[in-house]
């Protein structure tokens, strides 16, 4: 990149001051949700959600396939609540750039139309740590919350993030070394499309508990090549940071300067969320190429077990790591394992599947695992309409 194309993004610095300034003001405090998005679910809402992460499934785009589910009405996935806000925020710290790093979510109550989302975001915690990538990371843990209208706790979930000196991480450059975009032959991506169309979600049969064992393999589920229009596509069903345009965009950029970059190819200013899409901001940043969010790849978790569980299971517990980045032109392979079977205290059918990401290169860029209850033949117990029941 030439000094011309190069684009001047707001730098800081990570120091014990700063880190003790930012600790005191907000540690345990409720913080500002300043980009909800959805606030209530809707038809439309769900559509373009599931648009936006490329889920097919059919229980949540038709109503009157939905009537005769369990749910007994439209519903929708629990990752939907990554639309109302992404689970953290980047306040405080100027000009050190923000990964989204993970969630450890606990789903509660099913997501039906006409439920109003309330959000609460609390600041928990900092840890500072050694790093190949920047040479010092700064984890934030923060815990969130989702009441519905009738105020009851609809899902809960901690999340962190790593914070990064930008100029720390273009001098070490570590993933400099990455061909990028990746250089697919066409007879490897017809491979890859294939892959991604024979994929079915388990839909109306159920998986009962009686018929899982322990070593059972998840039915794996491709995402990719990861293309533009799929980021842009997460930005219409999601919006994770409360995306704007011209006059609007202009006026926040100028109550805070920090958070726009000048693009030199186009002369508009850009979001730093920009990193996204714009490879110039994501050089800024010190990656080599635009990269998915956080909450985005755990959407696509979710999905992968929505598809293993069928219209009848329940996700109670989802966990994810994001380990490396996965940049525009890669490809991500979901994939998982039953590990353990077992009736939980108060009697509920469950199982534990450990689940990973494998990109093209042989990377587990998501490590993580999940707690899934089943119906049972036996006893004739549905997850879905026992959490219904006492709504």
């Known amino acids: 990149m030439t000094e011309q194309e190069k684009v001047a993004i707001a730098e800081g610095s990570i120091t014990s001051k700063a880190l003790e300034d930012w600790a005191d003001q907000r540690m345990g405090q409720s913080l500002e949700i300043r980009n909800i998005f959805n606030t209530e679910v809707s038809q439309?809402?769900?559509?373009?959600?599931?648009?936006?992460?490329?889920?097919?499934?059919?229980?949540?785009?038709?109503?009157?396939?939905?009537?005769?589910?369990?749910?007994?009405?439209?519903?929708?996935?629990?990752?939907?609540?990554?639309?109302?806000?992404?689970?953290?925020?980047?306040?405080?710290?100027?000009?050190?750039?923000?990964?989204?790093?993970?969630?450890?979510?606990?789903?509660?109550?099913?997501?039906?139309?006409?439920?109003?989302?309330?959000?609460?975001?609390?600041?928990?915690?900092?840890?500072?740590?050694?790093?190949?990538?920047?040479?010092?990371?700064?984890f934030t843990y923060y815990r969130s919350t989702f009441r519905n209208q009738r105020d009851e706790l609809v899902a809960e979930t901690y999340s962190w993030s790593?914070?990064?000196?930008?100029?720390?991480?273009?001098?070490?450059?570590?993933?400099?070394?990455?061909?990028?975009?990746?250089?697919?032959?066409?007879?490897?991506?017809?491979?890859?499309?294939?892959?991604v169309l024979d994929y079915r979600p388990r839909g109306s049969e159920p998986r009962c508990w009686e018929d899982v064992k322990v070593g059972d393999e998840l039915p794996t589920l491709v995402k990719g090549p990861f293309g533009i229009t799929d980021m842009i596509a997460y930005c219409v069903g999601a919006d994770p940071v409360g995306l704007k345009a011209f006059?609007?965009?202009?006026?926040?950029?100028?109550?805070?300067?920090?958070?726009?970059?000048?693009?030199?190819?186009?002369?508009?200013?850009?979001?730093?969320?920009?990193?996204?899409?714009n490879k110039s901001i994501a050089n800024a940043a010190g990656l080599p190429q635009p990269y998915d969010v956080g909450a985005q790849r755990q959407c696509w978790l979710i999905e992968f077990l929505y598809g293993y569980i069928g219209d009848g299971g329940w996700i109670k517990k989802n966990y994810a790591q994001y380990k490396r980045f996965f940049y525009l032109s890669d490809v991500m392979w979901l994939k998982g394992q039953v590990v353990k079977k077992y009736l939980s205290e108060d009697g509920e059918p469950c199982v534990d599947v450990e689940t990973h990401a494998l990109n093209q290169r042989g990377e587990d860029i998501m490590a993580g695992y999940s707690t899934l209850a089943l119906p049972s033949r036996e006893s004739n117990y549905s997850p879905v309409k026992a959490r219904l029941a006492h709504a």
């Open 44 to 138: 439309d809402s769900i559509r373009h959600f599931v648009d936006g992460i490329g889920d097919t499934n059919i229980l949540w785009r038709d109503a009157e396939y939905a009537k005769a589910s369990p749910y007994g009405t439209l519903p929708a996935p629990m990752n939907w609540l990554y639309s109302v806000f992404p689970t953290w925020t980047p306040q405080g710290l100027r000009g050190v750039h923000a990964f989204h790093s993970g969630n450890d979510w606990t789903f509660h109550r099913p997501l039906l139309v006409g439920d109003k989302i309330r959000p609460e975001l609390s600041f928990v915690g900092i840890e500072t740590k050694r790093s190949e990538f920047a040479n010092v990371i700064v």
């Open 162 to 195: 790593a914070r990064a000196e930008r100029k720390s991480a273009r001098d070490r450059g570590k993933y400099s070394q990455y061909t990028l975009p990746h250089p697919w032959t066409e007879e490897e991506l017809r491979k890859i499309e294939s892959e």
């Open 247 to 277: 006059g609007a965009a202009l006026q926040l950029y100028h109550e805070h300067p920090a958070w726009g970059v000048r693009d030199k190819s186009t002369g508009a200013l850009e979001p730093i969320y920009a990193v996204h899409y």
